[in-house]
């Protein structure tokens, strides 16, 4: 006698048919929009301020239209970046943290004509993410370059309004005064604008070489150099050591890189005033011979 047979009910969590999906896509309430540079910097595609000039050139699209600053963007809206789609996030993502120790002779960028070696090339691959460099250092400086997948806090440590510390080691041929470093300290006019150091100490060298170690809130280019430049004297060597809240670490060598882990990247982002994504963070995994960065 063959037993009665109830009809087979889908599980919630199982997976719906192409079909389904799309219905259920096109009745779900509708997600709260975000302002589209947000949007794009979320979802790794550069940096807000990247993002703000992009659409200002207009090389982004929305439905068709041509984008204006401001512009709000949900999930049904289909956004174009020169042409070519980008597929945004508007859940909670994890945010990633890389840190790298940059070598002279890189550029920072993705691409080269030149075909020069670029930090990116020794940047881990993602998947529907990209890394976003925060600041940049010139092809003959090395030292700390960070990285991460989130374009927010990206755009944090970035913006000149944060006014984030950047800690430089300069080496120069010759030595600064005493009128030299309060000059420094003060402010000095340079052909782009006013410049001044938060801090300026020796450390150290030896004959015609000296050491100093100084602190500066925003990053215009070469402007390191050109402050010392100033006062004519050459800048032989300079290593960025520390950025905002990230310093560094001794034992990180020249090429190796990093990626943070859970309790760091939330600290990072509360420092940014950022609240940490409420996902459990995956720990990265430090290359070998490596610790963890120190924290200020």
């Given at each position: 006698?063959?037993?009665?047979?109830?009809?087979?009910?889908?599980?919630?969590?199982?997976p719906m048919?192409r079909?389904?999906s799309?219905?259920?896509?096109?009745t779900?309430?509708?997600?709260?929009?975000?302002?589209?540079q947000?949007?794009?910097?979320?979802a790794?595609?550069?940096?807000?301020r990247?993002?703000?000039?992009?659409?200002?050139?207009?090389?982004v699209?929305?439905?068709g239209?041509?984008?204006l600053i401001?512009s709000?963007v949900?999930?049904r809206?289909?956004?174009?970046?020169?042409g070519?789609?980008?597929y945004?996030?508007f859940?909670?993502?994890?945010?990633?943290?890389l840190?790298y120790?940059?070598s002279?002779?890189?550029i920072?960028?993705?691409d080269?004509p030149?075909g020069?070696?670029?930090v990116?090339d020794a940047?881990?691959?993602l998947?529907?993410?990209?890394?976003?460099a925060?600041g940049?250092?010139?092809?003959?400086t090395?030292?700390?370059?960070?990285f991460?997948?989130?374009?927010?806090l990206?755009n944090?440590l970035?913006?000149?309004r944060?006014e984030?510390e950047?800690?430089?080691?300069?080496?120069?041929?010759?030595?600064?005064?005493?009128?030299?470093?309060?000059q420094?300290?003060?402010?000095?006019?340079l052909e782009?604008?006013p410049?001044?150091?938060?801090s300026?100490?020796?450390?150290g060298?030896e004959g015609?070489?000296?050491?100093y170690?100084?602190i500066?809130?925003?990053g215009?280019?070469?402007?390191?150099?050109?402050?010392f430049?100033h006062f004519?004297?050459t800048?032989?060597?300079?290593t960025?050591?520390r950025f905002g809240p990230?310093a560094?670490?001794?034992?990180?060598?020249?090429?190796q890189?990093?990626?943070?882990?859970?309790?760091l990247?939330?600290?990072?982002?509360?420092?940014a005033?950022m609240a940490?994504?409420p996902?459990?963070?995956?720990?990265?995994?430090?290359?070998?011979?490596?610790?963890?960065p120190r924290?200020r």
């Amino acid at each position: 006698m063959s037993r009665p047979t109830s009809p087979i009910r889908r599980s919630p969590s199982a997976p719906m048919g192409r079909a389904a999906s799309r219905l259920q896509q096109a009745t779900a309430p509708e997600a709260a929009s975000e302002r589209l540079q947000k949007a794009l910097a979320s979802a790794g595609v550069g940096s807000r301020r990247e993002m703000e000039e992009w659409i200002t050139q207009g090389r982004v699209q929305v439905n068709g239209e041509t984008a204006l600053i401001g512009s709000k963007v949900g999930p049904r809206d289909v956004v174009k970046v020169s042409g070519r789609r980008v597929y945004l996030r508007f859940d909670e993502k994890r945010t990633r943290i890389l840190i790298y120790h940059k070598s002279e002779g890189e550029i920072v960028t993705r691409d080269d004509p030149k075909g020069r070696p670029t930090v990116f090339d020794a940047l881990p691959r993602l998947r529907g993410a990209k890394w976003i460099a925060i600041g940049r250092l010139d092809f003959n400086t090395d030292g700390l370059m960070v990285f991460t997948t989130s374009g927010e806090l990206a755009n944090n440590l970035m913006h000149p309004r944060f006014e984030v510390e950047r800690e430089y080691a300069v080496r120069i041929l010759g030595e600064l005064s005493e009128d030299m470093i309060a000059q420094l300290l003060a402010g000095i006019e340079l052909e782009d604008g006013p410049a001044q150091l938060q801090s300026c100490f020796a450390a150290g060298g030896e004959g015609v070489n000296h050491w100093y170690r100084v602190i500066i809130k925003e990053g215009r280019k070469r402007e390191v150099r050109r402050i010392f430049e100033h006062f004519k004297l050459t800048v032989s060597r300079l290593t960025r050591i520390r950025f905002g809240p990230i310093a560094l670490p001794p034992q990180l060598r020249r090429g190796q890189k990093m990626e943070l882990e859970d309790d760091l990247v939330a600290r990072v982002l509360d420092w940014a005033d950022m609240a940490p994504s409420p996902r459990r963070q995956m720990r990265g995994v430090p290359d070998k011979h490596t610790r963890k960065p120190r924290m200020r």
